[in-house]
């Protein structure tokens, strides 16, 4: 998607260990109408999925999901970071190691707020090496849910993440693949699809 990739060159910051610092936009300060066309293009690319709610993880998907769900007109669920003493029976848990701190979490959603009925639309802001993905689409899966495909604002297309959910079959479009990026240049590349 041009606008986001063009934001990403104007405002993004290339940090150590691979990290791209987008908080003028999108993790920190959100533009909601760079959102909106975000959702706008995430609702053409699923247009012909039955989607009936959307599943983010707290706490940096949870503005991009809602502009999303706001195309679909379809609510949307969190994941939430738990502490680990308080998960019971009332609750799909897993673990989940966060890219940026490393740690590990466990991470939690309501039974009440996902059931076999469902056909899920999961949508985060970064795609790494996966994990997060992974725990999320574990955690509908506990449901009996369907995923039916996965929205991502930035893959960084050189780390492993995508490839891992491609191959599981699962249909995963990411608005904007960094294909390569160089702290010491500042100099970002993108893939395009062909
Ligand atoms: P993964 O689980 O795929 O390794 O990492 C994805 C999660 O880590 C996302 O939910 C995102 O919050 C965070 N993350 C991964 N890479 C980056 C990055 O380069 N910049 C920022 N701001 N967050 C990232």
Known sequence: MKLLEERIQQDGIIKGGNVLKVDSFLNHQMDIDLFVEMGKELKRLFADCPINKILTIEAS?????????????VPVVFAKKAQSI??????YSTKIQSFTHGKIYDVIVSKKY???????L???DFLA???????LIDLVQSAGA???????AIEKGFQKGGELIRAKGVRLES????DS????????EFRHRA
Do not use: K, P, R
């Open 61 to 73: 998907g949870i503005g991009i999901a809602c502009i999303v769900a706001q195309q679909f007109h």
């Open 86 to 91: 308080n998960i019971d029976g009332e609750v």
């Open 114 to 120: 996902i059931s076999s009925q469902d056909h899920i």
């Open 122 to 124: 999961i949508i985060d």
């Open 129 to 135: 090496n996966g994990c997060a993905l992974n725990g």
């Open 146 to 152: 369907t995923v039916e495909g996965i929205g991502i």
């Open 175 to 178: 608005l904007a693949i960094v």
């Open 181 to 188: 990026m160089d702290e010491s240049t500042g100099t970002i």
